[in-house]
């Protein structure tokens, strides 16, 4: 198959053309039996799926274990998907694959971006002096979804000669993440969209995209190593939106390797923690080129292959459909605002606020209380009550419930075991305890769904959130996690 690859479904999703093909007519779609070069790569040939490898080629591909370009010859002639935010990580992934002699195409999500409908004018003083005026979602434009990034994602893939793709996904989005993230909201608890996004909408859309295009794996700049555990494999379905009939998939489960998700290289640039909903079954088809380089070695690697521009590139922290500052005028459009008391622990009135759902556990600004500072320790959503406190012991525990869970192994323990875990992205691991799964208290829940387990720290932790995810590893594996939840 040349660069003009056959687009084979969803043509009408796929709003941006290959920057090598041309704008007047799309390729016709081939089937294997007309298109040789597909037939000897193995798509139609029914081997990907059981894990043989089709060519020589196929068995010197090293699944994102080693750095990139540093002796292997796994990438020869080998189609992959790269998703390209515009950033540096992605880009760097890109080149970082093209020298191993992967066939790379690149490919940016279009995903919807929040614009205030109000705007600064008609936010209320009050409003105002708390969370700032708004400006259209653009105070802090996240580097994921705006033209500009589009263009820049464009920029490098023509430079390197490679083809281009942005894939429309808002309305997935909408449904699986922005939706996720206000229903979530409006019960008073902390949504993670990013492991939300990674799990049901970014790698699926990666491996929607590689089946049109007959690209066998898809690659993102995350910082994580994935490692093949030798002599061991075990039955899952092979994921149906990456082989189906047509593409040799076939039917009933398929023995495949089994793979680990390790922490980076970077420590500092851990992201096993948005991966670790990520199924085993999608492990092996999953390349992260960043996994053994450090944030450094990648700022070097921009400066030396030319790309200056991103050393003075600010990074993006925010959500990637409403930037940071913006996200309390989001939640205000999106769900309102309902003013009730504030109160603290012991029951006195210390205030008003102007919607539960606009803060979290933990949180201190915002508050605007005098003779602080004080900390929010929970809801009475019956009330509308905000109830707050000064001892930061009061939203510290060691015992937290988790559900639904999920183990990358497929295989949750049989008896407890001993992990460091953390509550949220940002906090430093701890010594903890995590037991067996044992069965919910529901009558609408049953099988996987209506498991739970629970995690015991050996030290308190602070501000347990409901809806956030507590993740565990043991030392450099990333085994899993579940949501954390009070009941």
Not at 445 to 452: A, D, M
């Amino acid at each position: 198959m040349t660069k003009k690859a056959a687009i084979t479904k969803n043509r009408k999703a796929i709003v941006g053309m290959s920057l090598h093909q041309s704008p007047e007519r799309e390729p016709r779609t081939r089937t294997p039996k007309e298109n040789p070069e597909a037939q000897q790569a193995g798509y139609g040939a029914g081997k990907f799926p059981t894990g043989q490898a089709s060519s020589m080629r196929d068995k010197q591909v090293l699944y994102g274990a080693g750095k990139l370009g540093a002796g292997q010859a796994g990438g020869v002639g080998k189609r992959i998907v790269v998703g390209m935010s515009g950033g540096i990580d992605s880009s760097m992934a890109l080149v970082l694959l093209k020298k191993q002699g992967f066939e790379p195409i690149g490919v940016s999500l279009k995903l919807p971006v929040w614009k205030d409908p109000e705007g600064p004018a008609k936010v209320s003083s009050k409003f105002r002096r708390t969370y700032g005026a708004g400006k259209e979602n653009l105070l802090r434009e996240n580097i994921l979804c705006t033209t500009k990034s589009l263009n820049i994602a464009r920029k490098i893939c023509k430079r390197l000669n490679v083809p281009y793709y942005v894939f429309d996904v808002r309305k997935d989005f909408q449904k699986e993440v922005t939706d996720y993230f206000i229903r979530e909201l409006k019960n008073n608890r902390t949504p993670n969209p990013c492991i939300i996004c990674n799990r049901y909408l970014k790698f699926k859309k990666l491996f929607e995209f590689a089946k049109m295009v007959g690209a066998r794996f898809v690659a993102t700049g995350h910082y994580a190593r994935l490692h093949e555990i030798k002599n061991q494999k075990s039955l899952h379905h092979p994921p149906k939106f990456l082989w189906s009939k047509n593409l040799g998939g076939g039917t009933g489960q398929a023995k495949i390797k089994k793979f680990k998700l390790l922490k980076p290289k970077d420590k500092s640039k851990d992201q096993t923690y948005v991966l670790s909903f990520l199924p085993q079954r999608w492990l092996k088809y999953i390349v992260f080129p960043l996994g053994d380089y450090t944030k450094e070695e990648i700022y070097q690697m921009a400066k030396k292959e030319g790309f200056d521009f991103f050393l003075k590139k600010r990074q993006s922290q925010d959500f990637c459909f409403v930037a940071g500052k913006s996200l309390p005028h989001f939640i205000k459009n999106k769900i309102g605002k309902k003013s009730g008391l504030i109160i603290s622990s012991k029951g006195k009135v210390l205030g008003k606020h102007e919607g539960i759902h606009f803060y979290t556990i933990g949180q201190r600004k915002g508050l605007n209380l005098p003779g602080g500072p004080y900390f929010v320790k929970g809801f009475d959503k019956s009330k509308n009550i905000l109830i707050v406190t000064k001892n930061q012991k009061e939203i510290s525990q060691k015992e937290i419930k988790l559900w639904p869970f999920h183990f990358i192994s497929g295989e949750a323990p049989e008896r407890k075991i001993e992990v460091t875990a953390k509550v949220r992205y940002q906090a430093s691991l701890s010594k903890a305890i995590l037991f067996p799964f044992t069965p919910l208290d529901s009558k609408h829940l049953t099988g996987r769904e209506g498991r739970k387990t629970k995690i015991v720290f050996k030290k308190p932790q602070r501000a347990v959130t409901p809806g956030q995810f507590c993740v565990f590893y043991q030392g450099d594996v990333c085994l899993g996690g579940g949501v954390i939840n009070f009941s």
